[in-house]
Structure formats: structure tokens, C-alpha cells
């Protein structure tokens, strides 16, 4: 079953959620209604919780997972995404915050602590190192990741619009009969 119970928690999923049934979900994940898990990605939840807003897709091969509390970091880090918010195929979230409409390209890794504010785009392949904080409206890219501009009108308009695209896509696969 993709679906797991980890030391008597069992993942909470909102309202029409779409968990494509070759992803894997462990223990303290709430994904919020009209979110979607797609296929091969993992959100392990074992060691700290896991909190995904509404209107998010995790993309097929993602791997998501926490920082646990212990000697060297008493609280450890939560894993935090918000709102419609895309993160692209085979991206590592690992104990960071990722605000609200954001796009994290395929094949990112964002460490430790980072913190990713509202309406960011992050380049494919890009590196989001432990504790680094990327500002609300702009374009980064590179490993370790740069700021490279501010983002235009459109592109803020595109993190609704991806968002919207994949609320519809999963509703499709729910619509052909897919059960969770």
C-alpha cells in the first residue's frame, strides 16, 4: 500500500487528493484538498512531520523528507510547502519551508533549514544549500543557487496557472476510476 502508518500516524490527505499508487507516504504528512503525489515519488514523514498546502504537485521521483531533532539540531527542521506550489520530477525537498506559488525545476535539492519565500522560480538542477533564504518575487538558478532577476508579471501569473493545469490533470486520472 503507498499509503503508511509509521508508529501509530497515518498520512491526512484533503479533499480530492490524487496519490498515484506507486508513490510511498510514511507516518506525519498532511497534504492539503487538490493536491497531488505523482508517480515513484516519496514523502517519509518518520522522524518530524510533513506539511503540504493545497493545490500542490509533487512530481514523479520526488523524494521528500525531514531533518530529525537531535544533538546537533534540538528541533530539527519540519518539511513545509504551501500553496500551489510545483515541484518538478526527481526534486530532494529535505527539512526546508517553501511558501506559496512557487516552481522548483526538476532535479533540485533544497537542504536544511533554507527557507523559500513566496513567488520564487528555481532553476532545474539548482542547489538550495542548508539555512539559505531565497526572496519573495525573483528568479534563481545554479548550484549553489544565485539570484538572477526579479520576475516578470507572467511568469507570477504562471505559478496559478501550473497549479490549475495539474488540479485538472489529477482530476482526470481521479475520473477514470483511479482509487487512492
Avoid at 40 to 56: E, K, L, P, S
Avoid at 93 to 120: F, P, W, Y
Avoid at 124 to 148: D, F, I, M, N, T
Amino acid at each position: 500500500m503507498a499509503i503508511r502508518t509509521y508508529q501509530n500516524i497515518t498520512p491526512q490527505l484533503g479533499e480530492r487528493v490524487f496519490v498515484d499508487n506507486t508513490a510511498v507516504l510514511i507516518g506525519d504528512i498532511q497534504l492539503g484538498a487538490d493536491s497531488s503525489v505523482w508517480a515513484q515519488a516519496v514523502i517519509r514523514a518518520d522522524m518530524h512531520r510533513i506539511r503540504i498546502g493545497a493545490r500542490t504537485s509533487i512530481q514523479d521521483g520526488c523524494v521528500l523528507h525531514i531533518t530529525h531533532p537531535g544533538p546537533y539540531n534540538p528541533e530539527g527542521f519540519p518539511l513545509i510547502v504551501g500553496d500551489e506550489v510545483t515541484v518538478g520530477h526527481k526534486v530532494c525537498l529535505h527539512g526546508c519551508t517553501l511558501g506559496n506559488r512557487i516552481l522548483v525545476g526538476m532535479g533540485s535539492i533544497i537542504m536544511d533549514g533554507a527557507v523559500v519565500e513566496d513567488e520564487v522560480m528555481i532553476g532545474a538542477g539548482s542547489l538550495v544549500p542548508p539555512g539559505k533564504r531565497l526572496e519573495r518575487g525573483h528568479l534563481y538558478v545554479g548550484s549553489p543557487v544565485k539570484q538572477v532577476r526579479a520576475l516578470t508579471e507572467q511568469e507570477k501569473a504562471y505559478f496559478s496557472y501550473t497549479a490549475g493545469n495539474y488540479v485538472k490533470l489529477k482530476d482526470q486520472h481521479l475520473g477514470e476510476g483511479y482509487d487512492r
